[in-house]
């Protein structure tokens, strides 16, 4: 089944987990991708709070493939900052493999955050973020066709 951003924002919790445990981790993506947020999954609230992160907060990623790197977008200027290195792991979800965001050695500000990342459509990954290791929020990225 394919997915989409709309779908996403109206799923509940357990639903997006569900969704991430359902699918394998694809492989690490290269290139930009758009990002949406996804708080407050299932409720009235979702969208109207993903599109003011999107505005004002974080666009998405760029992901650089060959060297185990992406930075993100962010701020209402699109400014490439926060840099964290990509490799595969357990996650810490379900312990099977996904694409892990590692911000811990390159980032101050993002230092104690985490990213777990999987395909779960054509250029279309689910992810979830950690703060040390509580969860915080679920995002997907979308990728343009090659």
Same mark, same amino acid.
């Given at each position: 089944?394919?997915?989409?951003?709309?779908?996403?924002?109206?799923?509940?919790?357990?639903?997006?987990?569900?969704?991430?445990?359902?699918?394998?981790?694809?492989? *690490?993506?290269?290139?930009?991708?758009? %990002?949406?947020?996804?708080?407050?999954? %299932?409720?009235?609230?979702?969208?109207?709070?993903?599109?003011?992160?999107?505005?004002?907060?974080?666009?998405?990623?760029?992901?650089?493939?060959?060297?185990?790197?992406?930075?993100?977008?962010?701020?209402?200027?699109?400014?490439?900052? *926060?840099?964290?290195?990509?490799?595969?792991?357990?996650?810490?979800?379900?312990?099977?493999?996904?694409?892990?965001?590692?911000?811990?050695?390159?980032?101050?500000?993002?230092?104690?955050?985490?990213?777990?990342?999987?395909?779960?459509?054509?250029?279309?990954?689910?992810?979830?973020?950690?703060?040390?290791?509580?969860?915080?929020?679920?995002?997907?990225?979308?990728?343009?066709?090659?």
């Amino acid at each position: 089944m394919a997915y989409d951003v709309p779908q996403l924002l109206g799923m509940n919790q357990q639903q997006l987990d569900d969704l991430f445990k359902a699918n394998a981790a694809g492989d *690490i993506p290269n290139g930009e991708a758009k %990002g949406t947020a996804i708080v407050a999954p %299932g409720t009235r609230f979702s969208d109207d709070i993903a599109q003011i992160i999107n505005v004002f907060g974080w666009q998405g990623k760029i992901f650089d493939a060959q060297k185990g790197v992406l930075k993100n977008k962010i701020s209402a200027f699109g400014v490439h900052a *926060i840099v964290a290195r990509v490799y595969k792991d357990k996650s810490w979800l379900d312990d099977k493999e996904c694409i892990v965001l590692d911000y811990s050695d390159t980032s101050f500000v993002a230092k104690r955050i985490r990213d777990e990342i999987r395909l779960i459509g054509p250029n279309f990954y689910l992810g979830k973020v950690y703060w040390n290791k509580d969860r915080l929020i679920d995002f997907c990225l979308q990728f343009e066709p090659r």
